[in-house]
């Protein structure tokens, strides 16, 4: 028998459903957390943000845009106020600017985080994504967002607060989606690191990082193993190995600790 | 207590790189697979990534030329003992763990009629045994020739043929079926 067409090819009931399903895919999330579980480092996994994820994130693009550029016009124009003594129409005029456009601007946002569902362990995202953002509606403002500045711009980098009660929840989840992005970040300087061949300077990076890290404790014990290894503490990085196993037997960490100690 | 091998030839960075490479070429490969063959879209997340950190463990045992093939196996051994675990705990209900489907270019309608399509796909796949299913979601959604699935699965090629070719008939009976109901 020679291969034959494909079923999904046809126009009937069948091939709907089997065209249905070839276009399935994880989402960018598990591939994300898989990669991380494997111990590959997440810029260079092939990974795409895509979906849900990249849709939120692009909302709080948008919003954290619209505040940065209502910020930065209110600051200016206060500061142009004072100069000619007139603080009192200065006020009224950033209390009228509320409601005004932004310029455009470029932002580096946290990106969402997942929520664990399964057994095996849940980490995920990328440390960050750039955007260009032209306008936005000025309603939904985080309360703090980092600014990078664009290429013809001043490098300073700017933090603007404008508290608000009604965004306290929205600004609880990035808040902690932040600190997971922080954490990541901190662990792939580490890995960066041991990639280098630098082990002791990945063992004092890990001791300087450590309070810092909590979601992913586990991962940082594995960098450390790494870096035991790579300094040329082959026993202490055994010693560290065998207690991981005893504190999480059969973890998915298992895995990996195995491969790195199989080297020679 | 891990096992501590002293003499293999592999170093970490070396077995990183095969990793990625062999995780950014086949993972939705393997994701899929397991979703058609029938485990639930919050389990396949799991068991994706366990066959990944299976095979990452066992590299060393892969020739090159082999690995989609070794994860194909690896992914069909997953889903076989996912399936006993289940019937030995029916309260793990699988439909509380399917997810929304993840095309991010659908409009809300496009993903409900997705949704509703994928949801009958695996009901008609549900109608075929596993020895069907296998060469069948192999050869129709995953484009292997005859040959591969031979390959992949490590039977003989008339093999592959023949059950393809009851699985074809199978499914679109289950199709046709489906199709009066969801008039």
């Known amino acids: 028998m020679s291969d034959l067409g494909k079923l999904r090819d046809g126009d009937d009931f069948a091939a709907r459903l089997l065209r249905a399903g070839v276009t399935d895919a994880p989402r960018s999330e598990t591939r994300q957390r898989a990669a991380t579980a494997l111990g590959l480092s997440l810029a260079a996994s092939g990974t795409t943000m895509v979906g849900a994820s990249a849709q939120a994130a692009t909302a709080q693009v948008i919003s954290a845009t619209t505040k940065l550029g209502f910020v930065t016009l209110a600051r200016w124009l206060g500061i142009g106020m004072l100069a000619g003594g007139a603080v009192t129409a200065g006020t009224a005029v950033l209390d009228r600017a509320g409601n005004r456009a932004s310029p455009p601007s470029e932002l580096r946002i946290s990106h969402p985080v997942a929520s664990s569902q399964g057994s095996l362990p849940r980490v995920t995202a990328p440390p960050s994504i750039g955007a260009r953002v032209e306008s936005a509606p000025v309603d939904s403002l985080p309360s703090e967002v980092e600014r990078v500045e664009t290429p013809s711009a001043a490098t300073t980098t700017r933090r603007a607060q404008v508290p608000s009660s009604e965004h306290v929840e929205a600004d609880s989840a990035l808040s902690k989606e932040s600190a997971l992005s922080k954490e990541l970040a901190l662990l792939e300087g580490v890995r960066a690191k041991v990639r280098a061949g630098d082990g002791r300077g990945a063992l004092a990076e890990l001791d300087a990082i450590q309070p810092s890290v909590h979601v992913l404790a586990a991962e940082a014990e594995l960098l450390r193993v790494e870096a035991l290894l790579e300094s040329g503490n082959r026993e202490a990085a055994q010693a560290l190995a065998r207690e991981l196993e005893r504190k999480h037997p059969g973890g998915p960490q298992s895995f990996r600790l195995k491969r790195l100690l199989s080297a020679p | ?183």
Do not use: C
Request: zero cysteines.
């Open chain 2, 1 to 183: 207590m891990l096992a501590m091998p002293e003499n293999e030839s592999n170093t970490p960075l070396r077995d990183e790189a095969r990793t990625r490479r062999l995780f950014d070429a086949h993972f939705d490969f393997v994701w899929r697979f397991v979703r058609r063959l029938g485990v639930a879209e919050g389990f396949a997340d799991d068991l994706a990534q366990q066959i990944f950190l299976t095979v990452s463990g066992r590299l060393h045992e892969i020739e090159p030329a082999r690995e989609k093939a070794f994860l194909a196996g690896t992914a069909l051994r997953v889903v076989a003992n996912h399936r006993r675990t289940l019937r030995r705990r029916p309260e793990v209900g699988e439909d509380a763990l399917n997810g929304e489907p993840a095309d991010p270019r659908a409009n809300p309608e496009e993903l409900v009629e997705q949704r509703r399509e994928r949801a009958l796909l695996d009901r008609a796949l549900d109608t075929l045994p596993a020895e069907l299913r296998g060469p069948f979601v192999l050869y129709e959604l995953e484009d292997a020739s005859l040959s591969e699935i031979a390959e992949l699965l490590g039977i003989p090629r008339g093999t592959v043929a023949s059950r393809l070719r009851r699985a074809r008939q199978q499914f679109q009976e289950a199709a046709r079926e489906l199709a009066k109901g969801s008039r």
